[in-house]
Structure formats: structure tokens, C-alpha cells
């Protein structure tokens, strides 16, 4: 059964549009363990666009099921990681000015700093996943830097303009999720994944975990996060084994 992390970044999003203290995300990451949520995920990034440290701090004590904090490898996040021990970290690229994150990271020209990194996080228990394209040489690379996972970056799959292009970017990520469990990795999934586009990725990838955030958190303004996470959950369920 695939699991879901829920990302309550957006909630915090909101709360800052106004830079005030609400919605709190905090609040909202009770109400996804509530509707299912398996893994509660937040991006704790450089410009503190939305998830604070704070935020960091308080879902530590607070979530109880899984906690993934998604960072950079900027030497201040790595310290705040070190020192709150989530229960697995996702190392992503981030640039400044990007709305999202946008691709995955290059593991290939990094592996010296991911190494040294990893190598830390480790030693503290925290379980690592990289967030990578679907590439060969990406995936091979975070095999032999002993992370526990690759999150397989759904992007290009999730803005696909035809069913053409989505097929053929289904078929990369299915080879990618392949090769990653024949070289030993758990093979997680996420970015872009909405109601409407899970279920393929659920029957194709067979992944271990999908990280969805921005999708669950608009449809809750209609329904609440405690009904959306569940309707998430039901669609991953409904989608059954991989073909």
C-alpha cells in the first residue's frame, strides 16, 4: 500500500500572505494525521517564504507519524536538521527566485557535498531520500551514495500538455522506479500530483510514499484538510497494484 505525505507548506503560505499566525500549519498538519496522512512534510527553505523555524520546532513535538523536513543542502538547514532529527529528511535543489521547486537534484555534480551531508544526517538516525529526475545516471549515483530513498520528481509527468507526452513521461518514471528498487533504494514519488493524475503513478510506479501538498491544501478550502487528506488517501487506495 502506498503511503501519503502530506506537505502542509501552502497552508503556511497562506498564514504569510498576511504575516500574520493563522492558519497555522502546525494545526494543519493534526488535521492530515487525522484524515490519514502516513508522513507530515514541510520545506523548511532559505528565504522562510512559508515554513519558519518555528514551524520545524513544533511539528517535532507535535506530529505522530512520520516527520520529513525537505531542505537544501545550505550549510544553516543542514545544522537546523541535525539539531531536530526529523524522521527522514528529502534533499531537494532550491533556487531563490523559483515559485516551486523546479527539477530534481543533481546528484551526479553534488556528490561531495550530499556525501558529506549524508554522512552527518546519518549519524544522528535521520533516513535520507534525494528528489531526482528519473535518470539513469541520478539514480545509479544515489544508489552508491547509500541514501534510503529517491523521490522521484513527477513535475514533467503532472504539466505534460497531451496524453502523448504524459505517456511517454509515465514510461521515464516507471523505468526510474525499476531501476531504482533493482539497485537497492525505496522509490517515492511526488511534485505536481493532484486527484486527477495520482492514480497512474500509483499503478505504474508502485511507489513506497507520494508527497502531495498544494493539491490537498486547495481542495480543502472547500472541504477541510481532514476530509481532503482522506479523499487523497481513497484515490491512492483506489488506484490498486502497479501494472
Not at 523548511?44 to 507519524?65: E, F, G, M, Y
Not at 539539531?83 to 531563490?96: C, F, G, K
Not at 479523499?231 to 491512492?236: G, L, N, R
Request: charged share 25%; no cysteine.
Amino acid at each position: 500500500m502506498t503511503l501519503l505525505g502530506v506537505n502542509v507548506d501552502h497552508v503556511a503560505t497562506l498564514r504569510q500572505a498576511r504575516r500574520t499566525y493563522e492558519p497555522d500549519p502546525v494545526w494543519a498538519a493534526a488535521e492530515a494525521e487525522l484524515g490519514g496522512a502516513d508522513i507530515i512534510t514541510v520545506h523548511l527553505r532559505q528565504d522562510r517564504r512559508h515554513i519558519n523555524d518555528r514551524d520545524v520546532q513544533v511539528l517535532r513535538q507535535t506530529v505522530t507519524v512520520d516527520l520529513n523536513l525537505e531542505m537544501s543542502l545550505t550549510p544553516e538547514i543542514v545544522e537546523i536538521a541535525l539539531a531536530t532529527r526529523p524522521d527522514m529528511v528529502t534533499i531537494v535543489p532550491e533556487n531563490r527566485q523559483e515559485v516551486t521547486t523546479e527539477g530534481g537534484l543533481d546528484v551526479v555534480g553534488q556528490a561531495k557535498r550530499l556525501e558529506e551531508a549524508m554522512a552527518r544526517l546519518r549519524d544522528k538516525g535521520i533516513l535520507i531520500s534525494l528528489f531526482i529526475d528519473p535518470e539513469e545516471q541520478q539514480i545509479r549515483r544515489s544508489a552508491e551514495l547509500r541514501a534510503s530513498f529517491v523521490e522521484l520528481h513527477t513535475g514533467a509527468y503532472a504539466n505534460a500538455g497531451n496524453a502523448d507526452e504524459r505517456g511517454q513521461e509515465l514510461n521515464e518514471l516507471a523505468a526510474g522506479a525499476r531501476l531504482g528498487r533493482e539497485l537497492g533504494l525505496t522509490v517515492n514519488a511526488g511534485h505536481g500530483l493532484t486527484y486527477n493524475n495520482v492514480a497512474d503513478v500509483v499503478r505504474r510506479l508502485g511507489p513506497h510514499e507520494l508527497h502531495i501538498g498544494h493539491s490537498i491544501v486547495s481542495r480543502a478550502v472547500f472541504v477541510g484538510i481532514r476530509e481532503a487528506v482522506k479523499q487523497m488517501k481513497d484515490a491512492i487506495s483506489r488506484a490498486g497494484a502497479p501494472t
